[in-house]
Nanobody, 124 residues
Framework: QVALVESGGGQVQAGDSLRLSCVIS?????????MGWFRQAPGKERQFVAV????????HYADSVKGRFTISRDNAKNTVYLQMNSLKPEDTAVYYC????????????????WGQGTQVTVSS
């Protein structure tokens, strides 16, 4: 059984920063291909934010966060991070991390395990 637990969300002002963490437990990391962050704003569908390969340096970002958000990982801690800078009110959403066992994709349908989400609220 794989469990993902996100943390680090909160309520901030526009222009502030937050760092989200996602701790993965239950299986060895060598069996994963990629980790992704997604978000769902009120009344909207969940959308891709960022993805990182579990080995190597490949990353990919949604255009809306490129240059402001950075995804990284610490394999020794079984943790993936999302550093969010220059936050905007439109970044307000529940943020989810997810594991893809076999691919490297922005398609959330390909992800196998999901966390429960952490709320990020950005006020103007």
């Amino acid at each position: 059984q794989v469990a993902l637990v996100e943390s680090g969300g909160g309520q901030v002002q526009a222009g502030d920063s937050l760092r989200l963490s996602c701790v993965i437990s239950g299986r060895t990391f060598s069996s994963y291909a990629a980790m992704g962050w997604f978000r769902q704003a009120p009344g909207k569908e969940r959308q891709f934010v960022a993805v990182i390969r579990w080995s190597g340096d490949d990353t990919h970002y949604a255009d809306s966060v490129k240059g402001r958000f950075t995804i990284s990982r610490d394999n020794a801690k079984n943790t993936v991070y999302l550093q969010m800078n220059s936050l905007k009110p439109e970044d307000t959403a529940v943020y989810y991390c997810a594991v893809d066992r076999s691919g490297y994709t922005m398609n959330q349908a390909e992800y196998d395990y999901w966390g429960q989400g952490t709320q990020v609220t950005v006020s103007s």
